[in-house]
Structure formats: structure tokens, C-alpha cells
């Protein structure tokens, strides 16, 4: 950003699915600004209306990733001058899901489809077993680890064009969160998990594009997660133990 | 909606791979078609011979050599990249995948003129 420049020009998504426009607003360019910083100025300055989400403003939360400039985005973490050098800026929900309103996404095909992932943790013990040691230097617990610090942001099931493709493909975020609880010694899941993935949704729809690993804000790799997927659900199938 | 950034290399090789593996399933019946002609009507088999001879025609084979050889290397790595233990060096091998077929095309092309 140049000195002179004093104000950005920000183009924002409005409306539904159903019904969308695009407004214009000119905004007050900042040192360290951020594109939620421009989002937040709109809605308390210009126009009150506008609906956005977000909640820790420090890239924990995962809740507020739009589309800047065509690119999936964390927009608390993501500074004008790194995205839009030239002040101008296209600020638009995340791709490949419905919009609520305006910037609002919503996000319940992506913890539904999470859920059919069986990502979820399946418990081994009870609460009146002792504590299990965990090595963390375990090869496998390394892979779990991997994937430990997904904030379901959503980011890359915007980013894939797999998931733009096909409605029911589980999506990277899910798989990934399925293969780290696969890794998980204290998932008892394992079975549900290669079924539910290994489905018509389910990883074996992934091309390896690449793209949920390129622009995954916390550089986790889903295609990693999801090759390893397809391994172990091949594995599973030759050695006959699919029940499908 | 503006189209989303895609303008990464593992992108660029799924694409190659998608054009590539489409061209190869148009190309490859018209290939057989014509082999098939050496048995049933080789004097059109020598037709299209002489037609092959033509510089254009020439640069046409050695874009399906390139297709076949990209499709192939790339196809490995895919292969490689789901059944293999993970590496790190994908976009390394795609961008080898294609090194090694635009060798592989370029030699066929300058054997051929
Ligand atoms: C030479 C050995 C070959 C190898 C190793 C190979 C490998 C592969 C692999 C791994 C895929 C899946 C790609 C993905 O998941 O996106 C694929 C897709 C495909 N292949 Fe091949 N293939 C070969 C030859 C051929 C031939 C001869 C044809 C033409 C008839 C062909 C046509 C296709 C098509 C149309 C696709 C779908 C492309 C897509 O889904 O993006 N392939 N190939
Ligand atoms: S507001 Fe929590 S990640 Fe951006």
C-alpha cells in the first residue's frame, strides 16, 4: 500500500443464495490492517446491516474465513497489504456452501458431512479407567498429530473444486479430522471410520488438486490426511475385512 | 462470484492430467482403428502413412507423445502419492513428471523429422 493511499475500495457480497448483490464501500486504509478490521468498519461506520462472523480475532476460532479477492482466507489473520497491495478488495462468503446472509456462510453441511466422517471421537475407555500414556514420539501418534490443530475454518472446503463438483464428497477438513482419529490409540472408531469414508462421498473421490494444503491457514495438509485415507481403506478391502 | 485462485502447481497437474487422459481416449480408438488396417486394408494404412509424413502432422505426434508420456509419469505419481508412504516432494515429481515427458516427446519429434 503507498503512502497517499488513504482509502481502500471495497466491493461486498450482499443477499442470500437466493438473492445477491454486490456494494460498494470506501474505507479508511490503516497500518496492520486486517480484512476483518475492513469488514467490522463497514458494519460499525457505513452499514450495520451487514452480517458477518467471527469471535477471537487471534486465527483460534475458525469462524471467520470468507472469500478475499477469490481467495479462501482467515480474515483476522490476513493483512490488506499482503492480499490487496492495490486497495481494492472483493470480500464474499466462503465457496462451496449456502450463505445465511451477506458474509455469513452456513456452515452445517460441513459439520454434517464432519459427522459422517465419523470424525468424531469414538471413547475406548470410560472415565473410571486409569489414564493411558501416550508416546509422543510414536510414528502414529506423529501422524494424529499432524492434524490436531484444524480449527474448522473451513478454508479447504472452499478452496476444493472436488467439493464444488460433488454435493455428497465428504470434503478435506472432515477426512483429515477422520484419518487424525483413525492415528488416535484412544479412538475405538476404527471400522465405522474406513466405512464412512470409503463410501460414494467418501476420499476415493479426491484428485490430489492440492488445493486445501495450499491454502490451509494453519499449513496442515488434508491431501496428506486423505492419500493416507485411501491407503488404509484399500488395505482394509483387499484383506477382505470391508463389510460393504 | 469471482472465480477462486487455483493458480497453484498441483492444480496445474491435475488439470494436465485431466486434458491429457481425454485426449488420449479420443486419440487412442482412431489409433488401433488405423493399425487395425494394416490386416484388413493396407493400402489406406499406407495412405495415411504417406499423409503422416507431413511436417504438421509430424507436431501433432509429438503433442500425443507428450500427452501419453505426461499422463503416464503423472498417473505414477498419482499412483505413487495414495499407495506409497507419503513424501512431501509432490509438486518436485509433477513438475518432473512433465520434465521427463517433454524429453521423452522431443526426442520422438527430432527422430522423426
Ligand atoms: C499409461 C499409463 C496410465 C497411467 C499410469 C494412468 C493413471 C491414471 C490415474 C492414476 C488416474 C486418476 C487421476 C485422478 O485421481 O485424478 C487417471 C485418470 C484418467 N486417465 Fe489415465 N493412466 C494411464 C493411461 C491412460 C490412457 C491410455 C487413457 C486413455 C484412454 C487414460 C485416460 C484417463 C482419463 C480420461 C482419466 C480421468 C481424468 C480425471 O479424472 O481427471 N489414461 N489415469
Ligand atoms: S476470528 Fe477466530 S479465527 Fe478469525
Redesign the interface.
Known sequence: MTAAQETLDVTVHRGTTRGARYDRFEVPAHESQTVLDVVSWIQQFADPTLSYRFACRVGMCGSCAMMVNGTPRWTCRTHIKKVAPDGKLLIEPLRNLPVIKDLAADMDPFFDKWTAAEAQHHPSQTRHDPIEAIDPTDATRAEADLGVECINCAICYAACDTVAGNPDYLGPAALQRAWTLLNDSRDDGRQSILDAVSGTGGCHNCHSMGSCAQYCPNELNPMRAIAGLKRETAKSFFKGKRNA | ??????S?P??FA?VLHRVSGLGLALFLPAHFWLLSQALSNPARLDGFLAFAEMPLVKLAEFGLVFLLAVHMFGGLR?LA???LP?SDR?KTLAAGAVGVAFLISTTFFLKAI
Open positions: 462470484m469471482k472465480a477462486p485462485a487455483r497453484h498441483l492444480w491435475f498419482l502419492l495414495e499407495f507419503w509432490q
